[in-house]
């Protein structure tokens, strides 16, 4: 897969430049998320500097890498995503959740392998040729996971996105950042920072009558 493409200025000066944040107000965002670790995105939008819709229109929208697990469509911004590789064995490792698959080492770097089709309780496919792990990675996690195949970058639009539901076939909104849709397509855009910090049991739902077989409890 061609290289991930990103924005190329930070989320904090295009809000800047465009008049919608005060310098000052990035700087104490700034210094809060080299503490915390939080997306910058979701401390201004917290401490009320901004809105998201704000954000959205500074970036002319948001650019996602989207992918597919048991038969489902997803999203996650391209901003966690290093890169994109193919699925391969990784070294198992004793006393970790079910769904972490084992550990990888890529550019002297190890990172932990996450199945996603079982951290959504479903049941484990054969890795095919089309399975890909993408690589994401957060100022407090580096994780790899594991999905079924890998669609597109896509630039969405604010008209093209919808706010977070309650739920999405099972997933609690805590681990949501909203939903997707472009054309006939409809995607679930994950919040990985939350996601990738819990060990909470999720249990995926079909939207799909018959897509899933889920695993054993």
Do not use: W
């Not at 190329?8 to 809000?15: D, E, H, I, P, V």
């Not at 890795?127 to 079924?148: N, Q, T, W, Y």
């Not at 076939?169 to 909203?178: D, H, K, V």
């Amino acid at each position: 897969m061609e290289p991930i493409r990103r924005q190329n200025r930070s989320l904090g000066q295009l809000l800047v430049d465009s008049g919608r944040l005060k310098p000052a107000q990035l700087a104490l965002a700034l210094d809060e998320q080299r503490g915390s670790g939080e997306a910058l995105g979701r401390i201004l939008v917290r401490r009320g500097f901004v809105q998201e819709i704000d954000i959205l229109a500074a970036l002319k929208g948001l650019l996602v890498v989207t992918f597919e697990v048991a038969g489902e469509h997803f999203a996650t911004e391209t901003l966690y995503v290093r890169e994109i590789i193919r699925a391969r064995a990784a070294v198992p490792v004793p006393e970790t959740p079910g769904y972490v698959e084992g550990l990888l080492s890529l550019r002297d770097r190890v990172v932990p392998i996450i199945d996603l089709r079982k951290r959504f309780s479903l049941l484990p496919p054969e890795i095919s040729e089309a399975s890909r792990v993408i690589v994401v990675e957060s100022p407090r996690c580096l994780a790899g996971l594991l999905v079924d195949s890998v669609g597109a970058v896509l630039q969405l639009t604010a008209d093209q996105l919808e706010p977070v539901p309650p739920q999405s076939g099972g997933i609690p909104a805590r681990y949501l950042y909203g939903l997707g849709r472009r054309g006939d397509e409809c995607f679930t855009i994950l919040n990985l920072e939350p996601l990738l910090a819990s060990k909470e049991p999720i249990r995926l739902t079909a939207t799909h009558e018959g897509a899933h077989e889920q695993s054993p409890a």
